[in-house]
Structures are given as structure tokens and as C-alpha cells.
Nanobody, 114 residues
Framework: VQLQASGGGLVQAGGSLRLSCEVR????????MAWYRQGPGKQREFVGL???????TYVDPVKGRFTISRDNAKNTMYLQMDNLKPEDTAVYFC?????????WGPGTQVTVSS
């Protein structure tokens, strides 16, 4: 299984970014998926997940600002990030929820300037 996160970049506080996670080598439509992030000097943390039916769950710091979606026809999950804050600066990773693929892949860097 291969996971490719992309779409990161440098953005000012209050701005938006849309991350993508392309999944290859498995039946994407039957996999619940999740986003994670690792900030500078911090451990990797869970951000949110999307079930196979499209239900979503988020951690409190991103609720109302981040939206996870998926397109099963494209084997791709998305993370729409709005009203970004400097504390959202991190490398963002995607993986299968509760059955993570190892290695995780390089992730995509998101940097939010104040």
C-alpha cells in the first residue's frame, strides 16, 4: 500500500489550503482514513478521520476549520483547511484508520505564518 500526501505550502494566518492523500495498492473505498500531523518538536497527533460512509470526526482544535472528504472513484482523501493558524504548522500525514500502513510516507509540510 502506498500513501501520497500533497498540497502543503506556506500560507498566512487566516488562509486556506487543501491537502490530498492518494492511496494505491488497496481497496480504498472500504478503508476508513485519517489525517495526522506532527508539529516542530512534537509527536505525531491525530487530526481527524472519515469513515467509509463519509462520516467525519475531528479533534477540538480544528473543529469548524478543517473538513475531511473522500472521492472513492479517485482513491483520494482530502483535507480542506480554512482559517489556518500558526499552531497548525506541521507535517501532515494520512493513513488508514486503525490499520496504519508502515512506513507512513513523507507527508506534506504546512507552514502558517503570523
Amino acid at each position: 500500500v502506498q500513501l501520497q500526501a500533497s498540497g502543503g505550502g506556506l500560507v498566512q494566518a487566516g488562509g486556506s489550503l487543501r491537502l490530498s492523500c492518494e492511496v494505491r495498492g488497496t481497496i480504498f473505498s472500504i478503508k476508513p482514513m485519517a489525517w495526522y500531523r506532527q508539529g516542530p518538536g512534537k509527536q505525531r497527533e491525530f487530526v481527524g478521520l472519515i469513515s467509509t460512509k463519509g462520516g467525519t470526526t475531528y479533534v477540538d482544535p480544528v473543529k469548524g476549520r478543517f473538513t475531511i472528504s473522500r472521492d472513492n472513484a479517485k482513491n483520494t482523501m482530502y483535507l480542506q483547511m480554512d482559517n489556518l493558524k500558526p499552531e497548525d504548522t506541521a507535517v501532515y500525514f494520512c493513513n488508514i484508520w486503525r490499520a496504519p500502513v508502515d512506513p507512513w510516507g513523507p507527508g506534506t509540510q504546512v507552514t502558517v505564518s503570523s
